[in-house]
């Protein structure tokens, strides 16, 4: 009985030993982001990958504070979750800046506006959001009934908002927490990467005034993915509140005129501190890992902040960043070649999709979409040409599979979507059903619509498709590590 006993026992723990050995293999095995391509590495250049890479000029933790901007009637929806992938020791440098006083767990939320210029509260129209809110907390009525059904009307309602809001919102958190090096203020659904940003913060001296954000250019067109996040160095935020005692107080009264609060904060912060933005991108940026446009220009780069990322994909980022780093000991700068192969490389992108995505077209993706002949059928004439003809791509305009077709036929081109209504494509290319880019972009479902066309109702509908071969293809040409090293 005894012997029979310890015999099994004998054979339950090599099977236990096993399998512990066939899932951490298996894990091993698909977790780990660049496998292809690291045989390929020069043999230095492998043994630099494995070794921590931090930069031993990091910043501490908690001389970073992040600010989380949000509005009342989002607080429930978003902001839960943005204390959720922060990780508690990061806890205190987190303030909530928002505009009613509010409890979310041990967070308070920050009424920016409370000490705001007393009849501007009371008058202002542009602040008739702010009132509302008050009164159905007081009333305990649901916030979310104020959001307006529109969306135009709502953007317009925040804008207003948040222009009166922004300044405050420098000071209050100044307030609460003076004197740390860095100041960062994001939107309850910005992700930040938080090692790459205090290796990233850690290269700039904080005793200079420094403003990172991509802001719009005057003048120019807000694309969605430059993202709003911003950062200030302690130097900038005493410039601003300190040494020159009441600009917020004065500024209160002519925020009105600015067409939104980035334009606010920029005039005044070149006015009264002569301080002008820095870009930081991709690094920072209004894409997340379902939107960013993986090619040339961004596959190497460092992720520092993404934005307007579905709670599902933050929940996603944070498990990679846990898994990396606690598990496999990668102490590597996550790169968007690291989200490539967490949240696209997985996906069936073989065949065409029908109603799907969108997003070969849009602003943001101008820069990579490929231009197309200025002369139908001169494909013959193309090849003879100089290089720049030869890069641009036949007319696809008939049909999806006509689309399909253009795409396979230029060498540049990794993904297609055809619409049935012609859309801009904010380049010279003027309107069209076909959208061809450089760049490969996951995307989103989109159902079948119908807009109004010179007052008839069109359908309009979406179909799409990648080169996944090609664009792996490309992939695994790139060292990334060389250019770190
Ligand atoms: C910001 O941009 C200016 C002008 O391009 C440059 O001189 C300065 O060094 C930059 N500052 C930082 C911190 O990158
Ligand atoms: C496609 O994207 C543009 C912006 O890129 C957006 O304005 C438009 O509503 C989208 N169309 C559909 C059908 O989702």
Redesign the pocket.
Known sequence: MFTKHRTSRFRFVPRVVLLAILIYAFIWITGYPRQYDDDELPPDASRAKSAPTESPFCVELDQVVVGIRTTATDVWSKVPSALLFTYPAKYESVIVLGDLHMEVGAFHVHDVLDRFDDSLRRTSPDLERYRQQMTYQMQSRNLGALVEQDEVKERDIRLRLEKHKILRTLERTWQHLPERNWYVFVDADTYLVRPNMLSWLGQYDSGESILFGNWPRPGAEDSPSLGSTFVLSVQAMRALLVERKDVVQSWDTRLAEFPSAYAALASVLSTAVGLAPNRTWPGISGFNPRTVPYGPGVWCEQVIAMQSVPTGIASELWRLQNQREDYDHIHDPLTFADLWSRFIQPESMDEPREDWD??S????NAKWNILFEATPHSIEHAHHSNRDDQSRAIRGEESWIACRESCNTNEQCVQWSFSSLA?PNHNENGDTRCHLSRSLRFGQH?GA?TVDVDGEGAK?T?NSGWRRDRFEKWAQHQRCKSQQN
């Open positions: 969108n997003l077209s849009g602003l943001e859309t989109v619509q309009s979406w």
